[in-house]
């Protein structure tokens, strides 16, 4: 299973929205509606953010949506602050209980 | 609170093996899956295999076939996983991640073990 791709940073100014984009395939992410997102900062586990495409948990920011069109998913982060910047990893269930990550993508915000 | 509480790092000789442990408290153990994800320095996260505390059941990626094996003692909620013939490559911080109550997500993480495989 091949990781999901990413692009290696994006950046935005404060207040700004930034999108990352997750690029799988009909066996993953297009199968069906089981990707999530994850943060992470520097030297932190990852953190949940999205799960389900577009679910947030009890705790996470509005700022962070999800949505998803075809073998593709995405992260949208609104109103861009400074502790935004950090990498953020997608995630799909792929078949059999295996699930494969994207490559990772460092926020920057400037 | 829910936690996972990783065992401490280890460094290892090529073609040792290891043995982690990730124990969960806070909710009832037999009800959640936990899954292992590895992370290399510098690296992005890579899935490693999943483990169902109320059966034992694990299910492992293709990639680790034949040199893992996750264990669970459900007498202290603690999950064990074992990596064999190590190589350099294997050195990575490890994670273990309980599977969230909507199920295909990771919703608790562990601390995480450092693991460096050196001669």
């Known amino acids: 299973q091949s990781a999901l791709t990413q692009p290696a940073s994006v950046s935005g100014f404060p207040g700004q929205s930034i999108t990352v984009s997750c690029t799988g395939t009909s066996s993953d992410i297009g199968a069906d509606d089981h990707v999530s997102w994850y943060q992470q900062h520097p030297g932190k586990a990852p953190k949940l953010l999205i799960y389900d495409v577009t679910k947030r948990p009890s705790g996470v920011s509005n700022r962070f949506s999800g949505s998803k069109s075809g073998n593709a998913a995405y992260l949208t982060v609104s109103g861009l602050q400074a502790d935004d910047e950090a990498d953020y990893y997608c995630c799909s269930y792929a078949t059999s209980f295996t699930y494969v990550f994207g490559v990772g993508t460092k926020v920057v915000v400037l | 609170q829910v936690q996972l509480v990783q065992s401490g790092a280890e460094v290892k000789n090529p073609g040792a093996s290891v043995l982690l442990s990730c124990k969960a408290s806070?909710?009832?153990?037999?009800?959640?899956?936990i899954h292992w994800v590895r992370q290399a320095p510098g690296q992005g996260l890579q899935y490693m295999g999943i483990i169902r505390p109320s059966g034992g059941a694990t299910s492992y990626t293709q990639e680790f076939q034949g040199r893992v094996t996750m264990t669970r003692d459900t007498s202290t909620s603690t999950v064990y996983m074992y990596l064999s013939s190590l190589r350099p490559e294997d050195t990575a911080v490890y994670y273990c991640?309980?599977?969230?109550?909507?199920?295909?997500?990771?919703?608790?993480w562990g601390q995480g073990t450092l693991v460096t495989v050196s001669s």
């Open positions: 991640a309980r599977e969230g109550p909507e199920t295909y997500n990771f919703d608790y």
């Open positions: 806070g909710y009832t153990f037999t009800n959640f899956y």
